[in-house]
T-cell receptor
């Protein structure tokens, strides 16, 4: 079977740092990606990890450990506009994206 | 660069009726995807096209759902007849299209069509 686990909800304060974890069990694995989706909006690509380690893109970083089937998204200097749902997605052996159920991030002033 | 366009944005129908959704991908993108996103869940792939050929439709409920991509550009997704459990957002996405190369391709999503089946 295929499963991705991520917390359903996270709350943090403006300016803080938050980490959203993702563990996965899939048939084949090529990489882990992260998407952001505001309410009523389209998912937008944030980052991709094909190899172990940390990828940094501005305030967002993503990490992957293939041996642990684990990754995380790190958001720094949180802003109110970061309030959204964040999805991890595994690229499986047939290059399909399998999405997790999403983590709803609420940033408070 | 124009993004992925979808229409309609919202649709309300009664069960057993038919409905169709339209998608225009980013110009030059060979790969087109249709996803179903039920409230509180992540998107689930229904069908993937490479140009006008189907690459994967393993999760498409073929007894009621159909999709086509004539001429390898626009695509339509149809549901006939609709059931209550089809209430969801239907997302279209596109990517440049180099399947099977192992190279990562960002998928660009449209705004979706929100379907409510009563």
């Amino acid at each position: 079977g295929q499963s991705l686990e991520q917390p359903s909800e996270v709350t943090a304060v403006e300016g803080a740092i938050v980490q959203i974890n993702c563990t996965y069990q899939t048939s084949g694995f090529y990489g882990l990606s992260w998407y952001q989706q505001h309410d009523g909006g389209a998912p937008t690509f944030l980052s991709y990890n094909g190899l172990d380690g940390l990828e940094e893109t501005g305030r967002f970083s993503s990490f992957l450990s293939r041996s642990d089937s684990y990754g995380y998204l790190l958001l720094q200097e949180l802003q109110m506009k970061d309030s959204a749902s964040y999805f991890c997605a595994v690229e499986d052996s047939s290059y399909k994206l399998i999405f997790g159920s999403g983590t709803r991030l609420l940033v408070r002033p | 660069e124009a993004g992925v366009a979808q229409s309609p944005r919202y649709k309300i129908i009664e069960k057993r009726q038919s409905v169709a959704f339209w998608c225009n991908p980013i110009s030059g993108h060979a790969t087109l995807y249709w996803y179903q996103q039920i409230l509180g869940q992540g998107p689930k792939l229904l069908i993937q096209f490479q140009n006008n050929g189907v690459v994967d439709d393993s999760q498409l409920p073929k007894d009621r759902f159909s999709a086509e991509r004539l001429k390898g550009v626009d695509s339509t997704l149809k549901i006939q007849p609709a059931k209550l459990e089809d209430s969801a957002v239907y997302l279209c996405a596109s990517s440049l299209g180099k399947p099977g190369t192992g190279l990562w391709e960002t998928q660009y999503f449209g705004p979706g069509t929100r379907l409510l089946v009563l």
